[in-house]
């Protein structure tokens, strides 16, 4: 489990792993709380927390501060 | 009736495919392939950036190679500059911006579409074809497009779907392009709104609990990469506007769920709409050069894949402009304008709305009296692109080329007074413009920068320089041109 870059929770799992031969050379990440996505060779300002915008991050404790697209029936 | 040369129906059949537009662009030199390695970031969005400054002459750029993604190819930039479009469209490179406009807007017709089908077996859209173990991640070269976007976006997917209400009816079948987000190895969600043909395919599958499966076609015939950005009505197909403006044939086929697609298209991905689920999406660096926040979006998942061999993914940069999005969708944002406004008020000469989806707009107008240029953007403001998008708009004389910025701010300079501008406040606007203060609403603001006419007062004692133009002038300018050349060997 690895810290999400956006959301802090914990419970982000590796997605995807691009290879050179049989070298890894970076790996894709999820966060299924905020559902960010980041490869690990990507510059600080998309996947270092202290170095990311504050506007940026996200409490994914408040779902409902986030507008919905298209309403859900009911 | 499409009104397009016969050079141009030449070079249409030619170009069936992005392959063969690619190829087309490469013996014009506007496509090359990147020579050096490339991380996905930051690299490619930076040689998109640097490649979209130039939106005269910028070249398409294929990426084939890749950091971690050996074998893969992306390409960008497509549509990303006017020389590009003009080569699609059948002129030379460095054809002016206002007479490729003219040229659409001659071509503005569905009148006898070319559409043949071609069977499933025999379509190179399924030469290899996945049925499970799906992996966009491993499928395609993905990659941030701007720094803070919320994932890794397709965007620019023409996206297929049908009235879940009336689903024989080929007309209402939309293709859209809508930016995707993937989520996971075989789910994403996709940005539409209920206002968008697909937004409200979505809500009557969900309101009648009926399923909604699309099609997301990636590298497509460069026409309906234009054409599915296009305002269309609701029953008109963008198929039929793409292969009636191109006044060639576009090769259709079936989904493996059933969908009209290109036969000739690079990649299929078929999924189906997941009732009643939202996931956090965003934000993405939008068109207006912000980035439209964190939302609540609906989610697919895959059911099957289908790729040409060795296929190309096809993508775009997008963000603060200029940038591919802007050419891709400036003229066809301006036709359907244009095209409202002549019918009621034929004195429109031509319509610019290629800044930023059309938040800016200029007009030239023969004027007939005084306040007559206010009406007509009044006019303006009412089509369907203007109720929202049309914030800001200059009206210009017919002696004034909108196209030509040079001439748009001589306007503004000596034709304009305080009283042209006129401010309509708290109306509806986009969702996503910057400036707004409560996203949705906003103003219009008409600067009508139009020669005062009687009843006006015109003021002093005035004649404007009579400016030498015409074809003398035109040649003239093409031997300065050559001399120039010849002075720099």
């Known amino acids: ?74 | 009736m499409n009104k397009q040369s016969e050079l141009s129906i030449e070079v249409a059949k030619k170009v069936g495919s992005l392959r063969d537009f690619l190829e087309l662009l490469e013996s014009k030199g506007q496509f090359i392939t990147w020579p050096d390695e490339v991380l996905p970031e930051p690299d490619i969005r930076n040689i998109l950036v640097a490649a979209g400054d130039d939106d005269k002459n910028g070249p398409a750029i294929l990426f084939d190679k890749i950091k971690g993604y050996p074998g893969k190819r992306m390409v960008a930039g497509v549509h990303g500059s006017f020389s590009n479009i003009a080569t699609l469209l059948g002129y030379p490179l460095g054809t002016p911006i206002r007479d490729l406009f003219y040229d659409i807007v001659g071509r503005w017709t569905t009148e006898e579409p070319q559409l043949p089908f071609i069977e499933p077996d025999k379509a190179a859209i399924h030469e290899v074809r996945i049925e499970e173990n799906f992996n966009l991640f491993e499928l395609l070269p993905l990659y941030r497009i701007n720094a803070m976007d919320g994932g890794f976006y397709i965007g620019k997917a023409n996206v297929v779907s049908r009235d879940p209400n009336d689903p024989d009816n080929f007309g209402k079948q939309n293709v859209g392009i809508y930016r995707i987000q993937p989520h996971g190895p075989d789910t994403f969600t996709l940005m539409s709104v209920p206002v968008h043909d697909m937004g409200r395919h979505m809500l009557a599958a969900e309101m009648d609990d009926v399923p909604l499966k699309i099609a997301v076609m990636l590298g497509n015939h460069p026409a309906m990469a234009m054409f599915a950005a296009t305002p269309v009505g609701y029953d008109e197909s963008e198929y039929a506007y793409a292969a009636g403006m191109m006044g060639a044939p576009i090769a259709l086929t079936k989904s493996g769920n059933g969908l009209d697609i290109q036969a000739d298209g690079e990649m299929v991905i078929e999924a189906e709409y997941v009732h009643g689920e939202r996931q956090y999406e965003g934000p993405f660096g939008e068109f207006p050069g912000s980035y439209s926040g964190v939302r609540r979006a609906p989610v697919f998942k895959i059911t099957g894949i289908s790729h040409r061999k060795d296929p190309i993914f096809e993508n775009i940069y997008i963000g603060k402009g200029w940038t591919e999005h802007d050419t891709l969708i400036g003229l066809n944002t301006s036709a359907p304008i244009y095209a409202v406004l002549k019918k009621e008020f034929p004195e429109v000469e031509a319509v610019n709305a290629l800044y930023q989806h059309g938040l800016t707009g200029i007009i030239s107008v023969k004027n007939r009296f005084a306040g007559f240029a206010k009406s007509v953007a009044l006019r303006a403001l009412s089509t369907p692109h203007g109720l929202i998008y049309l914030k800001n708009l200059i009206m210009v004389d017919a002696d004034v080329d909108p196209f030509d910025l040079n001439q748009v701010m001589w306007a503004l300079s000596v034709r304009t007074r305080a009283n042209d501008i006129q401010v309509l406040d708290n109306m509806a606007g986009i969702m996503i413009d910057p400036s707004a203060v409560i996203p949705g609403k906003g103003h219009h603001l008409i600067i009508d920068a139009t020669t005062h006419m009687a009843p006006d007062p015109i003021g002093g004692d005035v004649e404007i320089v009579r400016r030498p133009a015409g074809r003398e002038i035109d040649e003239m300018a093409q031997l300065i041109k050559s001399m120039q050349k010849e002075a720099r060997k």
């Open chain 1, 1 to 74: 489990m690895t810290a999400c870059p956006r959301c802090s929770n914990t419970n982000a799992t590796a997605l995807h792993e691009g290879k050179e031969g049989a070298t890894v050379v970076w790996t894709i990440f999820n966060c299924p709380d905020c559902h960010y996505h980041w490869r690990d060779s990507e510059p600080e300002e998309s996947i270092n927390p202290a170095k990311r915008k504050a506007v940026f991050q996200m409490d994914t404790s408040n779902p409902d501060k986030y507008q919905l697209v298209l309403p859900v029936r009911e």
